[in-house]
């Protein structure tokens, strides 16, 4: 049966080495690393295109291939990771370079990646599981792996699958800078996965199967999770809640869940399973940030607008949700060096970003700033936090104002959203 599932497999394989993908950003980083004996790593959710970055990676030489998603692992198979090789070889020859699909479905991957690794193997391992980086690798490849984290497709890849490239010198022109727009609100609204951009798949329904899919097969199946609809009814809560905040307590009331380390626990599956992020509050003090809220964002707009349910969209919200996700993917870590901040006087900046001890930027971010009212507010809550934080980059990221003011000794930028994805 294995010989059949890696034939099976290398004939997709070499079909999928035929087709034309978009660059993604990531590629020469990867690319630097390919003749390196460290184990290469490719993370992020399902469907954001980790198997087609790796085959782009790799095909201008020759590898082995088997992913572990394949069917015959539903069926809980035990496979013999030597008769596995065997046969990987039996098919490919002497090849020592080998791309692992999914390998979190193989039941202690690690020490066969471990294994390959001693015996001079090139490997290149995928997984939709985050706890892969975070737990697993880090105790078993310690400083032996480089992580690649590949997540649906930023506002400059979904421009390379739109074909379209934007001229700064005509954005003076309305009907050029409008064409951007309504490119922004498509992004916005309808997220970067992959094959809804590049297929034009209907988002709502492709996004929600996905997601579900995803709930039911790395969550509830993986860690057995007796009570399936209470984690579904939690998962929909953040999703309905995205951009907004939480505490376990008021979910474990809100849900009548058993206890506040269940809720815990269902939220690292859903954080595990890239569905959704949590932030936390910035403090130097670990007490206030215990204690104090935190905040939910879902890794893709497009599972917002497929599993939400609005009456009318909150480009608000939509737009603060799509700029932690692009922080995300410039490799701003939530809860490391990217947090929320509240001001002692409770005035609200929606991100705070440090490196080592030290703020580096404040952002806010607000789609309405035609309002007086609410331009002052803003500038307000950044200049409050930046006086008791010390930050001096001080930016609000805008629908389409740009402009610069200066108040209090301290410059305030404001920068277009479409223009700060494109930066």
Do not use: C
């Amino acid at each position: 049966m294995i010989r059949e599932v890696v034939l099976k497999q290398k004939f997709e394989k070499e079909r999928f080495l035929t087709v034309s993908y978009v660059e993604r950003e990531k590629t020469g980083f990867a690319r630097r690393w390919l003749e390196s004996d460290l184990v290469k790593v490719i993370l992020g959710p399902r469907r954001a295109g980790k198997s087609v970055f790796a085959f782009m990676l790799l095909k201008d030489r020759s590898f082995i291939y088997f992913n572990f998603d394949d069917e015959i692992f539903a069926g809980n198979i035990q496979v013999n990771t030597d008769e596995l090789m065997k046969e990987l070889h039996a098919v490919y020859g002497g090849i020592k370079t080998i791309l692992f699909d999914e390998i979190q479905n193989l039941p202690k991957w690690e020490l066969i990646v471990n294994r390959l690794q001693r015996e001079g193997y090139n490997l290149i391992i995928t997984g939709s599981n985050a706890k892969l980086l975070s737990k697993e690798l880090a105790t078993v490849l310690t400083g032996r792996h480089i992580p690649i984290e590949i997540m649906p497709f930023n506002f400059k890849e979904f421009l390379l699958a739109r074909n379209y490239k934007v001229d700064y010198e005509l954005m003076p022109i309305p009907q050029k800078k409008g064409e951007l727009l309504n490119l922004v609100e498509e992004y916005l609204i309808e997220g970067g996965f992959p094959e809804v951009i590049v297929k034009n798949l209907n988002s709502e329904e492709y996004l929600g199967i996905l997601f579900d899919s995803i709930l039911f097969k790395d969550v509830v199946k993986r860690y057995k999770v007796r009570f399936s609809s209470q984690i579904g009814d939690l998962t929909s809560f953040l999703v309905n809640n995205f951009s907004g905040y939480y505490s376990l307590r008021k979910l474990k009331e809100i849900l009548s869940l058993r206890s506040v380390t269940t809720v815990e626990k269902y939220i690292e599956y859903l954080e595990e399973a890239y569905l959704i992020f949590h932030l936390e509050r910035f403090s130097y003090k670990t007490g206030e940030k215990i204690k104090s809220p935190k905040k939910v964002y879902v890794v893709d707009n497009g599972y917002i607008n497929a599993k939400a349910m609005r009456s009318s969209p909150d480009k608000g919200k939509l737009m603060e949700n799509l700029v932690f996700t692009e922080l995300v993917k410039r490799g701003f870590e939530p809860n490391r060096d990217l947090f929320y901040y509240k001001t002692r006087n409770g005035r609200e900046v929606d991100f705070t970003i440090k490196k080592d001890l030290k703020v580096t930027e404040l952002i806010q971010v607000s789609y309405q700033t035609s309002d007086v009212d609410t331009e002052q507010r803003e500038i307000k809550s950044l200049l409050e936090a930046s006086e008791e934080l010390k930050g001096e980059l001080l930016t609000i990221l805008t629908w389409d104002e740009e402009k610069q003011v200066g108040k209090d000794g301290k410059v305030i930028h404001f920068v277009p959203v479409w223009k700060w994805l494109l930066s």
